[in-house]
């Protein structure tokens, strides 16, 4: 029998908003555009809030079935998430703030690596009554208690921070974005949000803000693009649009899950992917044609993940210096070599969904676990030298 066991480097999820909305059932599913799919600008607005909205404690209230509901769903996403590698993940959390603090308490006390927004929603032209910040000063009021409560449970900010959370563009005021901007500069803070997510989001974008030419320099315009900025999705950029995210230094993270839903453009996206990976290896045309290897993916899942955190030289490589945020990941058993030595000479089952033969390369290996592997591969995880999920055994 020949164990196939490595040691490698962590995942960095960034951001984790669609596993929380998919999780409590915030599904693309039902027909509002006639064609038997709802749009993802109507599901943001619509289905995803009602659902985040069953999270939401008030103030000074005790709501122990929502609590209880955060609690679990929450507690369900940090477990599942270290329990598949992920060490450090930015999370997309609610408009309310204790069921963000759940949250924050519970990734925080397992042990997670974790970035917490709390979401916020304030247009009343595109954001339900039932859940959005009734004006700017409260949104700010809200920020500033979750940013309180972070704090408190990590001063340092080395596992726990907060991170300012704009849902995207349309689902804010003018004067939240400016607030939010300022807010982020004075605490440096980071700052996570949507944009160019689909064609109907940029139209309604060009609509809320006649005044900017893009839905890049929206954000520009109230100084959200930063060293410390992650844009998620990005599929729809202009080239001046990438240019100035460039020169701002903010940093993409792609979402295949949602963006896989509705088919949103793979083909524009993997693109976009492509120019990023020339600039983080530093040489070439960026927008020449660059095909993802295992390896460029890797990379981006750990390192280039780092560095979309404001952790690189900290996190992604076994290095000196470096804290220890790994995951063992164990492939199961030989087949062939197995086979061999069971009685009658037939193939013991294994709970890996990788199957080594015994003839592959590690390189062979590890691409067999990036596309077949799944959480039953995942022996053990630590992040800073902790142990936090180990998987228990058959």
Wanted: net charge negative; proline share 3%.
């Amino acid at each position: 029998m020949v164990l196939q066991t490595v040691f490698f480097g962590r995942f960095v999820d960034t951001p984790k908003l669609d596993e929380l909305r998919i999780r409590t059932g915030a599904l693309l599913v039902s027909s509002q555009d006639g064609r038997g799919v709802i749009s993802q600008a109507d599901w943001t607005i619509t289905s995803a809030s009602e659902a985040a909205s069953k999270f939401g404690v008030e103030e000074n209230v005790v709501i122990s079935s929502k609590e209880n509901g955060a609690k679990a769903v929450y507690s369900r996403v940090v477990s599942a998430t270290l329990a598949h590698g992920t060490t450090t993940a930015s999370y997309y959390a609610t408009i309310s703030v204790p069921a963000t603090n759940i949250l924050s308490q519970l990734a925080f006390t397992r042990g997670q690596r974790a970035y917490i927004g709390r979401v916020c929603m304030d247009n009343p032209a595109t954001c339900e009554a039932y859940y959005r910040d009734s004006s700017t000063e409260e949104s700010l009021q809200h920020e500033h208690a979750h940013i309180a409560f972070c704090s408190s449970l990590d001063p340092s900010g080395e596992l726990l921070a907060p991170i300012i959370t704009p849902r995207f563009a349309p689902s804010c005021l003018p004067s939240t974005l400016t607030a939010l901007g300022q807010l982020a500069r004075d605490k440096d803070l980071r700052i996570q949000t949507h944009i160019s997510e689909n064609a109907d989001e940029i139209r309604l974008v060009q609509q809320l803000f006649p005044e900017q030419e893009s839905y890049a320099e929206v954000y520009d315009t109230h100084q959200l693009l930063t060293p410390r900025t992650i844009l998620a999705h990005a599929i729809h950029l202009q080239p001046a649009e990438i240019q100035t995210i460039k020169v701002r230094g903010s940093k993409i993270a792609h979402c295949p899950a949602s963006n896989s839903a509705l088919i949103l453009d793979a083909v524009r996206q993997a693109c976009l992917v492509s120019r990023h990976v020339g600039y983080i290896h530093g040489g070439g045309d960026a927008g020449r044609r660059h095909n993802l290897s295992v390896g460029d993916a890797l990379y981006l899942a750990t390192v280039g993940g780092a560095k979309v955190v404001g952790m690189a030289g900290k996190l992604g490589l076994f290095e000196e210096g470096m804290l220890y945020d790994a995951q063992e990941i164990d492939l199961g058993d030989d087949i062939i070599s197995s086979s061999s030595s069971s009685e009658g000479g037939e193939q013991l089952a294994g709970d890996s969904p990788v199957d080594i033969f015994g003839w592959e390369s590690w390189e062979n290996k590890v691409a067999k676990w990036v596309w077949n592997g799944d959480d039953r591969n995942v022996k053990r995880v630590w992040v800073g030298g902790r142990l936090v999920h180990e998987r228990a055994k058959a």
